[in-house]
């Protein structure tokens, strides 16, 4: 009597969720015998079929085709063929399960993307979801699960900048730094600088410090420290390290400012608690020198200690010569 999905489905989520296998260990399928399996599988033998779903699953002696295999596996299976219909449920659930966690990806754009995930994320961007383009755009800036193509990557953040909603400014904001670098596109420092208003107004730090270093290097623009310091400003408060860092940096050599070592103080141990290796060596060099504070070579030594644990080798060196 044929099996139903709904049999199929049964089994698979038993099986799966008790941690049930299917009490046999089977080697691997001999590669050059694929046709012979498949010829014995077209004339009824269910084992065979089993075994062709397992070889067209793993791409054995053949190319890999999950839609092949499930056909193959679903003509063992009703063929009571029961290891045939946990794997064929095995796959189903599996699918689910990768679908729902696509939907997680792209709905909170901070977790990590995997290779697997590229032709999901891929559909659901052609599918006109404007704003899940910025985790393609990604995949393709960083060649997960696929090859790096800037060119793509720039047009499918542009997509997803333009749909125009909080959802997106990670979009715009890796689209400004494609026209501030030329990735993808000829260089424009002038959009670079429009794409960063619009996610700092929008409280992307990322934006913010963009714009502050812009401004403090006259990278793209005239330097002018008063609005540098007001986008650092902007971005340190919403905890970038690298903006906390230059800040100290500014009020400790008096760049622009009045220098002000208790300011310098506060942003580079802020920085350092981020976990910005350079913000951690200038509090060490701060006590070591007694610069603003009181000499301190303990709290130098533990300031060293963990910009060295962060991977700054300078501080490394320093610790060494306080030891």
């Known amino acids: 009597m044929k099996k139903s999905l709904k049999y199929i489905f049964s089994i698979a989520f038993i099986l799966i969720v008790t941690g049930c296998g299917v009490g046999v260990v089977l080697s691997p399928p001999n590669p050059n015998q694929f046709m012979q399996y498949k010829n014995d599988c077209d004339r009824g033998d269910a084992g065979a079929c089993y ?24 003509k063992a299976c009703e063929n009571n063929k029961n290891e045939a219909c946990l794997a064929l449920g095995k796959m189903y659930v599996e699918k689910d399960n990768k679908k729902s966690s696509i939907r997680k990806v792209v709905n909170n754009q901070n977790v990590n993307l995997n290779a697997s995930q590229f032709g999901f994320v891929k559909q659901l961007c052609d599918g006109g979801k404007n704003e899940e383009c910025y985790n393609l755009g990604k995949m393709y800036e960083e060649a997960i699960g696929t090859k790096k193509d800037y060119v793509k990557a720039f047009k499918v953040y542009k ?165």
């Open 51 to 74: 075994i062709v779903g397992n070889m067209y699953r793993d791409g054995i002696g053949t190319s890999i085709n999950t839609y092949r295999a499930k056909q193959a596996y679903k």
């Open 159 to 323: 997509i997803s900048c333009e749909t125009r909603n909080t959802n997106t400014m990670k979009a715009c904001y890796a689209l400004g730094k494609f026209y501030y670098a030329g990735l993808g596109i000829r260089r424009n420092y002038n959009r670079a600088e429009q794409l960063f208003q619009h996610t700092c107004k929008s409280e992307d730090e990322k934006g913010c410090a963009e714009l502050g270093e812009m401004y403090l290097y006259g990278q793209g623009v005239k330097r002018n420290i008063k609005p540098a310091l007001e986008f650092l400003l902007k971005a340190c408060k919403n905890s970038n390290a690298k903006s906390c860092t230059a800040l100290g940096t500014l009020y400790v050599t008096g760049d622009g400012v009045a220098e002000d070592y208790s300011k310098a103080h506060y942003f580079f141990d802020k920085a350092c608690t981020i976990g910005d290796s350079l913000a951690c060596f200038n509090m060490g060099n701060m006590y070591e020198n007694g610069i603003g504070r009181a000499q301190n070579k303990v709290n130098a030594k533990e300031f060293y200690s963990k910009a060295c644990r962060l991977g700054l080798k300078e501080s490394c060196s320093s610790l060494e010569n306080l030891q």
